[in-house]
Nanobody
Framework: QVQLVESGGGLVQPGGSLRLSCAPS????????MGWFRQAPGKEREFVAA????????DYGDSVKGRFTISRDNAKNTVYLQMNSMKPEDTAVYYC?????????????????WGQGTQVTVSS
């Protein structure tokens, strides 16, 4: 069964940093565009960042631009989300997702594969 597995979540103080990782099992995702989304309680799933299959193109949600960085290592079949200068409003469950096709997307409905999510809590 194909799935994505996120890791690296946890509790961090405001202003701190975390790095999330996403590693698939069951197949390689080196030809897929990858995205990170998050969902806080009572809120809709929100686009965080996306990266093209080659790593040459990236996109960020307005609320994280300048603070978060998405990257990938296709040799390790892993995607990363480096989160710096974190704020309490970054608290959410973070999901990794993959899609094929020509472009990455901000629309979570366009992604085909999802992980189970990892909790990130920003609090003092």
């Amino acid at each position: 069964q194909v799935q994505l597995v996120e890791s690296g979540g946890g509790l961090v103080q405001p202003g701190g940093s975390l790095r999330l990782s996403c590693a698939p099992s069951g197949r390689t995702f080196s030809s897929d565009h990858m995205g990170w989304f998050r969902q806080a309680p009572g809120k809709e799933r929100e686009f965080v960042a996306a990266i093209s299959w080659s790593g040459g193109g990236t996109d960020y949600g307005d609320s994280v631009k300048g603070r978060f960085t998405i990257s990938r290592d296709n040799a390790k079949n892993t995607v990363y989300l480096q989160m710096n200068s974190m704020k309490p409003e970054d608290t959410a469950v973070y999901y990794c997702a993959a899609k094929g096709g020509a472009y990455y997307s901000r629309d979570y409905r366009r992604y085909d594969y999802w992980g189970q999510g990892t909790q990130v809590t920003v609090s003092s």
